[in-house]
């Protein structure tokens, strides 16, 4: 089992930044992907951004390229999404999640661990 715990939401004016963090625990060394989704009242949960563990592969939805940058610390066994330049459309419960595969990185239902999510709040 791996257990991921997010920090790092809040409330925040529009063009302003914030940055989350995901704290990976377990059978860490099992993980090939982390990423990030998220998800607004009344919305499907949605893709946001992946990268390999090892490589460091980076992946991108449309929507965030250009203003959010993920990373990770492979010693502290950290994700991290830096997102600048927020919009109220970012608002919504970002989650952190992680998968043994390589495979359809932006589909959620193939990621095999969960964060409980927190909490982004952009004000207009």
């Known amino acids: 089992q791996v257990q991921l715990v997010e920090s790092g939401g809040g409330l925040v004016q529009a063009g302003g930044s914030l940055r989350l963090s995901c704290a990976a625990s377990?059978?860490?060394?099992?993980?090939?992907?982390m990423g990030w989704f998220r998800q607004a009242p009344g919305k499907e949960r949605e893709f946001v951004s992946a990268?390999?563990?090892?490589?460091?592969?980076?992946y991108y939805a449309d929507s965030v390229k250009g203003r959010f940058t993920i990373s990770r610390d492979i010693a502290k066994n950290t994700l991290y999404l830096q997102m600048n330049s927020l919009k109220p459309e970012d608002t919504a419960v970002y989650y952190c999640?992680?998968?043994?595969?390589?495979?359809?990185?932006?589909?959620?239902?193939?990621?095999?661990?969960w964060g409980q999510g927190t909490q982004v709040t952009v004000s207009s």
């Open positions: 999640a992680a998968k043994n595969s390589n495979y359809n990185v932006a589909l959620s239902d193939r990621y095999d661990y």
């Open positions: 377990g059978r860490t060394f099992s993980v090939y992907v």
């Open positions: 990268i390999t563990w090892r490589g460091g592969t980076t």
